[in-house]
């Protein structure tokens, strides 16, 4: 930059020409960066007619760096090839210089101090007769350096040049922190997305694993349960009596369970959904009462529920979630309450417009809790501490899966006790109220349905059933279960999916109960098949699987029901009575 490089003139297009190019390298995004560099170099190469314009990296895990980008003017040798991989210690003076932060300009390479002799072993082959180079640094962090060689005659660079170049240095290292953070951030990112995926996988398998394992548990579970209802039906002495009603109760406390540790994993994978809808909450709670109240009273306490006057009849919740809750609650308050009384309460707090917040309350006179307890009722596989565990029986996930659920509803439970006196469970739940009037009694519909069935339904003769079962004991239960409902029914037995379509296709049967996890072929593709060849008398699921959206994809290939086993006798004998005829 020789003559006119201090008029006012130069220095101002030179200084455009600098905000240029740091616009340009600003915009630039981490893909294009070295594009941008090129760009960059020939902008002001050409400007200040240098012989080349360069960029150097450090890597400092290899002690070195590297010319990764070059500009030369024509005929001039490019030195990039050359350039690469070069040891630090080779040029220490420069090194030092540009650590510091200090720009290293040589305005005439034959004049250089005997000091720097390696650099100068260096510069000289490239025919370099004057050079200055400029730190590309961001803080203390130092990045690089762009350069800028004389060859065929020597330029000189005045103080104002300079200091704008150092002004481009520095925001050329703004823009390379910037990108190390973005590469960082993607880094994170991408790694986070795998943890999730990960996690994803762990929860898919997790509860697929739980999936299996309960069905496999289910399977026999349902023979036990079976069985040993019908066999408290048969004539019986005392002790037998008690034993089968021990048994029965064991089977139930183990599916009971099954069931909950299969919700908390549902929960815990996100899988848990509610289904809202018009419920009768008098109506549900009385039959959770209702249920409970034996058991309670065998005890000597008293079970009773309390709903305050005028409430609403109906309101909108996931009434099977809502009843998991209470008979949780009530459940626990039977267990811990030896003497007196236990209370559900049903009040509304408030109401504004078309949504009210409801609570309901389980009261009891029970051990209550004491202050240390208090820190464990709601940690998974706790109770209050071990002596409780041993004397009262119970896994203690109860109330951590009743406030997951609650927590689904934006709600949780709250509680009071004092040690030795009783204890109030209870949480509050916003719902909407606005329910159509013209919803009839889930109590009054269902008997004037059940009425007309057992009208329609006196008389089953000629009626046939196919039962599709790969389980030995199943299959024999669920005959017995059939010819208790009706000795008229004419039974056909399949034990895969295959003998099911050949059965079918033989027999045309009016009802099919289908297992759905069997060898060789599942009963949802027998139900699909045994479709397709025209059959559209009514196919009823009975599975011990309850794994996610399984009830859907039963009715999704061409099924009319679905029920689970441990087979519950009034679900299987209403199924049957309400599509036997379809």
Not at 199 to 206: D, E, G, L, S
Not at 437 to 462: C, V, Y
């Amino acid at each position: 930059m020789q003559g006119d490089n201090h008029s006012v003139a130069f220095y101002k297009e030179f200084n455009n020409l600098l905000v240029t190019c740091t616009s340009l390298i600003i915009q630039s995004s981490p893909d294009d960066f070295y594009k941008s560099m090129n760009a960059l170099l020939e902008k002001i190469g050409e400007f200040s007619n240098v012989d080349r314009a360069y960029y150097f990296e450090f890597n400092y895990e290899e002690s070195s760096c590297s010319n990764v980008n070059e500009w030369c003017k024509k005929n001039v040798s490019p030195q990039i090839d050359e350039l690469q991989n070069i040891p630090i210690e080779l040029f220490p003076n420069w090194t030092n210089c540009m650590l510091k932060g200090d720009e290293v300009y040589i305005d005439n390479l034959s004049t250089l101090d005997p000091t720097w002799a390696p650099e100068k072993e260096i510069l000289e082959p490239q025919g370099i007769q004057s050079l200055l180079s400029i730190p590309v640094r961001e803080s203390e962090h130092l990045f690089g350096f762009i350069g800028f060689d004389a060859v065929e005659e020597r330029i000189l660079w005045n103080d104002s040049s300079r200091h704008l170049l150092r002004i481009l240095g520095d925001n050329i290292g703004s823009v390379m922190r910037r990108n190390e953070q973005n590469k960082e951030l993607v880094k994170k990112q991408m790694l986070a997305e795998e943890l999730f995926e990960k996690a994803n996988i762990a929860n898919k398998t997790k509860s697929d694993f739980l999936a299996n394992v309960s069905h496999e548990i289910r399977t026999p579970l349902n023979g036990v349960i079976g069985f040993s209802d019908l066999l408290k039906a048969t004539n019986l002495d005392s002790t037998q009596e008690e034993y089968v009603k021990n048994l029965n109760i064991s089977a139930k406390i183990l599916l009971d369970l099954i069931n909950q540790i299969l919700d908390f994993s549902k929960i815990d994978a996100g899988k848990m959904t509610l289904n809202i809808e018009a419920s009768d909450i008098r109506n549900l709670t009385e039959n959770i009462v209702s249920i409970i109240r034996p058991q309670a009273q065998s005890k000597g306490v008293e079970l009773n529920l309390y709903v305050e006057e005028n409430f609403p009849k109906y309101i909108k919740v996931d009434a099977l979630r809502l009843q998991q809750v209470i008979i949780n609650l009530v459940n626990n308050a039977v267990k811990f309450t030896a003497l007196g009384e236990i209370s559900v309460n049903i009040t509304k707090v408030k109401s504004s417009g078309h949504k009210a917040t409801i609570r309901i309350a389980v009261s009891d006179t029970g051990i209550g809790i004491s202050e240390e307890q208090k820190n464990h009722i709601f940690q998974v596989f706790g109770q209050a501490d071990s002596s409780t565990s041993k004397k009262y029986g119970g896994s203690g996930l109860g109330l951590v899966i009743s406030n997951k659920i609650l927590n689904l509803m934006n709600s949780e439970i709250q509680f009071d006790s004092e040690f030795g006196k009783g204890s109030v469970f209870y949480f509050d739940v916003e719902i909407p109220t606005d329910i159509p009037d013209d919803i009839l009694q889930r109590s009054e519909l269902e008997e004037t349905i059940d009425s007309n069935n057992n009208k329609a339904n006196k008389s089953f003769s000629g009626k046939s059933i196919l039962i599709v079962e790969d389980n030995d004991l199943n299959m024999i239960l669920i005959r017995v279960l059939i010819q208790e409902f009706s000795k008229e029914i004419y039974l056909l037995e399949a034990k895969s999916g295959f003998e099911a379509i050949n059965m079918v296709e033989n027999f045309r049967p009016d009802l099919i109960l289908m297992d759905i996890q069997m060898a060789e072929m599942d009963g949802k593709e027998a139900c699909r098949r045994i479709r397709s060849k025209g059959y559209v008398k009514p196919i009823l699921a009975c599975t011990a699987s309850v794994a996610e959206g399984e009830k859907e994809n039963c009715l999704e290939a061409g099924m009319n029901g679905y029920m689970t086993k441990p087979i519950d006798k009034a679900t299987f004998f209403q199924l049957i009575n309400n599509h036997i005829n379809s």
